[in-house]
């Protein structure tokens, strides 16, 4: 069965959110290919993932200290109540990127970079060892397909005034190759210019911000309706809608 596990950062309701909406757009494209039976949501902004405690860093230092600790053993490396709530906390979230074989997440720019309930999923997902094979060391990610959908309410493509204001792009590229995810299997799609409808100084944009969702949507269906799962689907160069 194909899995798609899909997650939305924006603190915007569906009627004012364009990465919202762009993500719900794949996910319809996706479940009406593959059915919904190995679908799976989370909202980040509605249902805030936790921030790590000292408790949370503890056990992952001594987890660290260890090696590659298989998940199945983590549980008897806690010490007290604190560290088995985190790790209570911890655990369903890394299962759920592990077994999903294409990971959506909507991300607004906020203040150049991410929103904060996107970076509170980072910090716990990210525990030591978790997306490591411990007999092999091989990364468990290399086939998984991440496709991030951005929305900006100006323009940092390249060429622009703004691009080196992008601190979005990099760090999640930076992020998920890191975390084992192959360069030719992270996929970025960027609507730009979104505020140019109700922001009057961005209004003369307005032509500009029609034509990159336009083509983010474009983008978002050909994703959507790729082949699942990259062994069968092969290599093939990350798109990057700017």
Request: aromatic share 8%; glycine share 8%; charged share 20%.
């Amino acid at each position: 069965m194909t899995s798609l596990l899909h997650m939305d950062a924006s603190a915007s309701g569906c009627g004012d959110s364009i990465t919202r909406e762009l993500t719900a757009f794949y996910a319809d494209t996706w479940r009406c290919l593959h059915g919904s039976a190995g679908y799976r949501y989370r909202d980040l902004a509605a249902e805030p993932v936790p921030l790590v405690s000292p408790a949370f860093v503890s056990l992952g230092i001594r987890v660290e200290r260890h090696g590659t600790v298989p998940l199945r053993k983590v549980a008897e490396m806690t010490a007290g109540p604190a560290e088995e709530r985190e790790w209570a906390l911890t655990l369903p979230l890394i299962e759920e990127m592990r077994t999903a074989e294409t990971v959506l997440i909507g991300v607004p720019m906020y203040n150049f970079s991410v929103p904060a309930s996107l970076k509170a999923w980072i910090d716990r997902v990210t525990f030591p060892g978790a997306f490591v094979d411990p007999g092999t060391g091989d990364r468990l990610l290399r086939e998984t397909t991440v496709v991030v959908v951005t929305a900006r309410g100006g323009c940092y493509a390249p060429g622009t005034p703004r691009e080196d204001f992008d601190f979005q792009t990099p760090y999640l590229r930076a992020y998920f190759t890191e975390l084992g995810v192959a360069p030719e299997h992270l996929h970025f799609v960027h609507a730009e210019m979104t505020r140019a409808s109700d922001v009057p100084a961005l209004a003369q944009f307005k032509p500009l911000a029609a034509d990159s969702l336009s083509a983010a949507r474009t983008a978002v269906a050909e994703l959507a309706r790729r082949p699942v799962g990259n062994r069968a689907a092969g290599s093939r160069a990350a798109t990057r809608t700017r």
